[in-house]
Every structure is written in structure tokens, then in C-alpha cells.
């Protein structure tokens, strides 16, 4: 260091010219020794400083393998695993030192050995699908791979990082899910504008047809009263018949004899024209009803006791009926529409049954809580709903039944109504045979 003390005792050396050293010599070379120390302890600086730098780039790098979900491996060029990630050991079930410096292959499954090493052998991959064999179960991935170079722009080893295709399998399931949801909502929109110009033309359809129903029956009414008064004049009056000869008087018998049936008929026809008529409307207008809270228990028993007056004890049919224990569940609707959805499903039921040579023909209807709910379900030990039909069974005018034996407006109307309470009609095939419709509606107040 320089110093205003004189250079004293030092050993006299000669100069670059031959001269002995002085004074401002010794200070020259002293200046010389401390620039060097001075750019020796900048450079130490530097140098730890780029060693600080180059430890953060590290442990940022070691960080970022540490949280990828992806499988990494880095092989050499021998293609000698000499690094994994987290996910890999997670996935595969090994420790690191079960896979560091082994080969690849050993990790690979059998079958995809001889198509794999090629290919890990060439420069690069992309998507291309390989099975990792783990520890305790095999791992699909989709692998992305490239080149590790030298210095020398050699090949030394590679990097290949594996997706694995569970997680593209839930995206893709997201996906279809969604657009499933989509092409549902799509098909609820135009069901609900093709039920209400179908509501809009039925309604119309019904009300025309009221008048000439009505103009029908009272013209059939009065004609059965002229014929029974003609059959009671000639009756009375042997004179008449005696005036027609032996083919006259056999076709006046036979009219005589049909007419009654033939009246019959007709007002059987008469009867279920106004019976689809009165359908019609209340497929057009299904919120007609006061809205009052109902025992499901006590509607779908009184609902059973009608269907079983009126036909299932003809066919042999036994019906059994399992209410909801302890507690009753009220639901909010329309008690008479409610009921005439389950006397329309037990129809069906034994409309079913009644035409199939089976021992014991059983109808099971079961009220029971659900998580969402209340369900009562409709079961029997029928055929079963014809696959190809379930998807239409709720279609308006739809039916599986022979011409003439039903309307098609049954099913329809009655998914409609408990559409209207907020709640669900579905169907289905029991495995072993037989039909299942479910009602879900939502709970009300129960009442114990």
C-alpha cells in the first residue's frame, strides 16, 4: 500500500534499465500489487455472485420438475435413467434409487419394449402413446421427447416428459359430459315448444270436436227411443206383421234383433270418444286442478282399490302395496291427477299381465324416501318394455298396445302431471324381467 514513510533497509535491485531500484520504483511495483488485489477480490464478487445466481436458477429449475404433474425422465445417451421427477415415483411406486441408472426398457412393458427403444433412439417424439410399468400396476402415458446435446452438438441422452391419459380421459369426459348436457337442453327446448303448439292445436281439436260428439248422442238417445217405441207398436199390434210376407218378416226380425247391439256399440264408441276427448284437454291444460298438499299413502291405496274393482281381480292379478312406514309423506298437487297417474300406470301393468300365460301375475307398489325425495315405485313381473321403445314410451300418442285399446295420451299425461309437482316419472327393465316405473317428488311436511 502506498506510505509517506521512507523506503528504508530495502534491498538494492536493479531497474528494467540496469539501474538500482528507488524509491518511486518500490512505490510502482507496490501500486501494481494492490490493482491486482483489488481486481482479485472484485473477481471473487462476481464469481459469488454468479454462484448465488446459478444456485436460485437450480433450485427454481429443481422446484419446477418437483411440481409438474407430468412424468419426467432424463436418460443418457446409453438411454440410462439419470433423473425423475416426483410424479414419476408417485405414479409408478418406486424410490429414486430403484430407477436411477437403470435402463428404460426396464420400465416398460413387455409388448411396448420392441416398438419403444427405436423409437426413444430417434431425435423426436410427439404424442406418442407408451405403458410405464410400476411398482404395483401399469401407467398410460402420452410422451413428448427430445434430444439432450453436448458441447459438440452430439447426442447425449433425453428428456421425455408422459401425460398421463387418466387425466386426458377426465378432460375428455368434462367435455362430452358438457355437451351432453347441452344436447339435452337443446331437446327439452324444442319438446317444450313442440308441447305447446301440440297443446295449442289438441285444445283446439277437442273443443271442435265437443259439438258434433254431443249433437251424435242426442240424435242416437232419440233414435233408440223410436225404436223401442216402433218395437213396442209392432209388438203390440199382430196385424202389422201379418201384412209382411216370410222374407219381410225375417229381415224385420233380424233389424229388430241388432239394433239393440248396434245402439250398444255406438255408445260404446260414443264413450271413448269423449273419453279422448276429455284427455285431449287435459293433456292441453294439465295445471287445471287446485294445488293442495296429499297423503301419497292414501292416494295410491285408493288409487290400487279402483284398478282392483274394476279389473285386475277378473284376470287373477294380485297387486301388493308397501306404503312408507312410520311416516306419511304429503306432497303438493293435485290429489284426483296424482291418482289417475298411478291407476294409468297399474293399467298398464295389467294390461300387460293379463294376456300372459305365467302362475303368479304380481304388481308390487312400493312408497319409499329417497335422498332427493319420495319415490314410489311400479313394478311387475311382465315382458318388459321393448328396448327400442323406452326412449318414446313418454312421446304423446305413443302406445305399445293393439289399435284401438289405447290413446297413446296416458304415459304422456302422466309424466306431464308430475312434471308440473316438481317431480320425475322415469321407466326401466328390471333384470329379471318386468317393467319399473319410478315417481321422485319432492318431500313435503310428513306427517307421523
Not at 271413448?272 to 291405496?301: A, R, T, Y
Request: aromatic share 6%; net charge negative.
Amino acid at each position: 500500500m502506498p506510505s509517506n514513510t521512507p523506503l528504508v533497509n530495502m534491498p538494492i535491485l536493479d531497474n528494467m534499465d540496469g539501474q538500482p531500484f528507488n524509491e518511486q520504483d518500490w512505490m510502482s511495483v507496490l501500486q501494481a500489487v494492490e490493482d491486482s488485489y483489488s481486481q482479485s477480490l472484485e473477481y471473487q464478487t462476481q464469481v459469488e455472485q454468479q454462484n448465488d445466481e446459478l444456485q436460485k436458477a437450480h433450485q427454481f429449475i429443481s422446484d419446477i420438475i418437483s411440481a409438474m404433474s407430468d412424468v419426467l425422465i432424463v436418460t443418457n445417451k446409453e438411454l440410462m435413467i439419470t433423473q425423475v421427477n416426483d410424479s414419476f415415483l408417485t405414479m409408478t411406486g418406486y424410490d429414486e434409487q430403484d430407477v436411477i441408472g437403470k435402463p428404460v426398457r426396464d420400465f416398460l412393458t413387455s409388448k411396448d419394449v420392441p416398438e419403444m427403444e427405436p423409437i426413444l433412439a430417434s431425435e423426436q417424439i410427439h404424442d406418442k402413446l407408451m405403458t410405464l410399468k410400476g411398482r404395483n400396476q401399469e401407467l398410460s402415458i402420452t410422451i413428448n421427447c427430445n434430444c439432450q446435446i453436448d458441447k459438440a452438438k452430439a447426442f447425449d441422452g433425453r428428456v421425455i416428459v408422459g401425460r398421463p391419459i387418466g387425466e386426458i380421459l377426465e378432460a375428455y369426459d368434462a367435455l362430452k359430459k358438457a355437451h351432453e348436457e347441452l344436447a339435452l337442453t337443446k331437446e327439452k327446448m324444442i319438446h317444450s315448444e313442440k308441447m305447446a303448439a301440440l297443446g295449442r292445436l289438441v285444445s283446439g281439436v277437442a273443443h271442435e270436436l265437443n259439438t258434433p260428439i254431443s249433437v251424435i248422442q242426442g240424435n242416437l238417445w232419440s233414435l233408440q227411443q223410436y225404436f223401442q217405441d216402433v218395437e213396442s207398436i209392432v209388438h203390440q199390434n199382430q196385424s202389422v206383421q201379418n201384412q209382411l210376407d216370410t222374407t219381410e218378416r225375417e229381415t224385420f226380425n233380424e233389424i229388430i234383433n241388432d239394433c239393440p247391439a248396434i245402439f250398444e256399440d255406438n255408445n260404446k264408441a260414443l264413450d271413448q270418444i269423449s273419453s279422448i276427448v276429455k284427455d285431449l284437454k287435459s293433456f292441453s291444460h294439465p295445471n287445471g286442478e287446485k294445488q293442495v298438499l296429499f297423503s301419497i299413502n292414501d292416494s295410491v291405496n285408493t288409487a290400487i282399490k279402483w284398478v282392483e274393482r274394476d279389473t285386475a281381480n277378473q284376470h287373477n292379478i294380485k297387486i301388493e302395496f308397501q306404503p312408507s312406514q312410520d311416516i306419511d309423506y304429503l306432497a303438493m298437487g293435485s290429489t284426483n291427477q296424482f291418482q289417475q297417474v298411478i291407476i294409468n300406470l297399474l293399467q298398464n301393468a295389467v294390461d300387460e299381465l293379463q294376456n300372459l300365460n305365467i302362475k303368479d301375475k304380481q304388481i308390487n307398489v312400493k312408497v319409499t324416501e329417497s335422498d332427493s325425495g319420495i319415490s314410489v315405485q311400479v313394478r311387475d313381473n311382465g315382458n318388459g318394455i321393448p328396448e327400442g321403445m323406452l326412449p318414446n314410451i313418454f312421446d304423446p300418442f305413443f302406445t305399445t298396445k293393439d289399435v284401438g285399446k289405447g290413446t297413446g295420451l296416458g304415459l304422456s299425461m302422466s309424466h306431464q302431471i308430475i312434471e308440473n309437482m316438481h317431480g320425475s316419472l322415469t321407466a326401466w327393465n328390471k333384470v329379471e324381467g318386468g317393467a319399473v316405473f319410478e315417481i321422485k317428488l319432492q318431500k313435503s311436511a310428513p306427517t307421523l
